[in-house]
């Protein structure tokens, strides 16, 4: 927003020597919001290896199946949609949102390569 309560489309901004940031997007932990990435940010994270080229197997390794096991609504945390394909690189899809901790807790992304002969469509937001 400027001085005058305008919005700009940013959600990160530096007034007088501070940071704040707008978080637009809820969390299923709800102290732990979410804020959208720049045009910039979203291209670079497209781009820019190595986070480019990983994959959500390459990042998980040998714990993939004991820190996200196959499933929806696993209470205990973490899963992994059997609908979202673990080894298509990262920036093949579109990283739009990252979580308040600037990604480190979790990041959004759009799929566009959903598993085949499962539900799920392309374009549908998916977290990693």
């Known amino acids: 927003m400027t001085s005058s309560g305008a919005w700009t489309g940013r959600t990160t901004r530096d007034y007088e020597g501070n940071t704040v940031r707008i978080y637009l997007l809820g969390s299923d932990l709800g102290r732990y919001p979410y804020y959208l990435l720049s045009a910039a940010e979203i291209l670079e994270s497209a781009t820019q290896p190595p986070w480019s080229e990983e994959t959500i197997r390459d990042i998980y390794g040998d714990e993939l199946a004991e820190w996200l096991p196959v499933g929806r609504d696993n209470e205990s945390g973490g899963y992994l949609d059997d609908r979202i394909d673990p ?15 600037n990604g480190g807790t ?18 549908y937001p998916i977290p990693a």
Not at 106 to 123: A, E, N, T, V
Request: with cysteine.
């Open 87 to 101: 080894d298509v690189p990262c920036g093949r899809r579109l990283h739009f949102s990252d979580c308040m901790n």
């Open 106 to 123: 979790s990041q959004l992304f759009i799929d566009f390569y959903p598993l085949g002969g499962r539900p799920g469509r392309p374009g």
